[in-house]
T-cell receptor, first 110, second 113 residues
Framework: GESVGLHLPTLSVQEGDNSIINCAYS??????FIWYKQESGKGPQFIID?????DKRQGQRVTVLLNKTVKHLSLQIAATQPGDSAVYFC?????????FGQGTELSVKP | EAQVTQNPRYLITVTGKKLTVTCSQN?????MSWYRQDPGLGLRQIYY???????DKGDVPEGYKVSRKEKRNFPLILESPSPNQTSLYFC????????????FGPGTRLTVL
């Protein structure tokens, strides 16, 4: 079946370091990918997205990389800050559906 | 303020007692969706709607119903709730069918005894 998974359930980084969160997806029909951030007690919040005709997209302090050959997606956060501590979900969209991965919890150590 | 609202935010009920969780958005979005979030399982899509009177099943639709009579509202109906529907529920909306930024509501924590 369809699935989107993350390689690591938790990630701990030092404040100021760069963070890399990885995601594997399985549906070749997916043409749109999104990263969400969820802070404790809140709903997911959109971070950045990328379409399948791109392999890289940059936002403010964040970069998403897409490797369609190996069905891999990653989120890079530059100069990680304490406010970045949250659970990060990748999601893929084959058509109207949205399929989320299980999430990676990012902890930022001061 | 652009937002997605859900009501109630917390609900404790008993098995078999019908309930409705409301969802409303003020952004004139065509696409709306319901998810449930469970520990270790992440977010799973229950139902989605691409426009008024158009609804489709997500990955876990069993035991749920939805309706989309108006563009702004997308209620989630549990006709006969069971304990395995105890979960955290999120409603979301976006301007295009899943291909734009989805705005999530604050969540509804449901407990079915």
């Amino acid at each position: 079946g369809e699935s989107v998974g993350l390689h690591l359930p938790t990630l701990s980084v030092q404040e100021g370091d760069n963070s890399i969160i990885n995601c594997a997806y399985s549906n070749s029909a997916s043409d749109y990918f999104i990263w969400y951030k969820q802070e404790s007690g809140k709903g997911p919040q959109f971070i950045i997205d990328i379409r399948s005709n791109m392999d890289k997209r940059q936002g403010q302090r964040v970069t998403v990389l897409l490797n369609k050959t190996v069905k891999h997606l990653s989120l890079q956060i530059a100069a990680t800050q304490p406010g970045d501590s949250a659970v990060y979900f990748c999601a893929e969209s084959p058509g109207g559906k949205l399929i989320f991965g299980q999430g990676t919890e990012l902890s930022v150590k001061p | 303020e652009a937002q997605v609202t859900q009501n109630p935010r917390y609900l404790i009920t008993v098995t078999g007692k019908k309930l409705t969780v409301t969802c409303s958005q003020n952004m004139n979005h065509e696409y709306m969706s319901w998810y449930r979030q469970d520990p270790g399982l992440g977010l799973r899509q229950i139902y989605y709607s691409m426009n008024v009177e158009v609804t489709d099943k997500g990955d876990v639709p069993e035991g749920y119903k939805v309706s989309r009579k108006e563009k702004r509202n997308f209620p989630l109906i549990l006709e006969s709730p069971s304990p395995n529907q105890t979960s955290l529920y999120f409603c979301a909306s976006s301007s295009l069918a899943g291909h734009n930024e989805q705005f999530f509501g604050p969540g509804t924590r449901l407990t079915v005894l």
